[in-house]
Nanobody, 120 residues
């Protein structure tokens, strides 16, 4: 069983920064996709950033230029550096790992989430 543990959330003022970490029980290179998602109160969970095939990176339009996703295979950790935070970034942030196991099937793992609150 794969485990993902997020940390690094907290309270921050607008314009501030936080770095989220997701420790994965297997090397990040094991997975086809590693990503960060978030869910604000009353909203659906949405993609924030992801790494596909080890190097292809996607960002939500709302975070482009402010957030950076990266991974460290040796540390088994995926990071999300968040700069210039806005109140609308307030959400629970989740780490996700996906692996294609056959043409038709994939396995999907989620962490428990870490709260990020941006307040003014």
């Amino acid at each position: 069983q794969v485990q993902l543990q997020e940390s690094g959330g907290g309270l921050v003022e607008p314009g501030g920064s936080l770095r989220l970490s997701c420790v994965v029980s297997r090397r990040p290179s094991t997975f086809d996709v590693l990503g960060w998602y978030r869910q604000a109160a009353g909203a659906e969970r949405e993609l924030v950033a992801r790494i596909r095939d080890g190097y292809k990176i996607d960002y939500a339009d709302s975070v482009k230029g402010r957030f950076t996703i990266s991974s460290d295979n040796a540390q088994r950790t995926v990071y999300l550096q968040m700069n210039s935070l806005k109140t609308e970034d307030t959400a629970v942030y989740y780490c996700r790992a996906q692996k294609q196991v056959s043409i038709e099937a994939q396995v999907d793992f989620w962490g428990q989430g870490t709260q990020v609150t941006v307040f003014s």
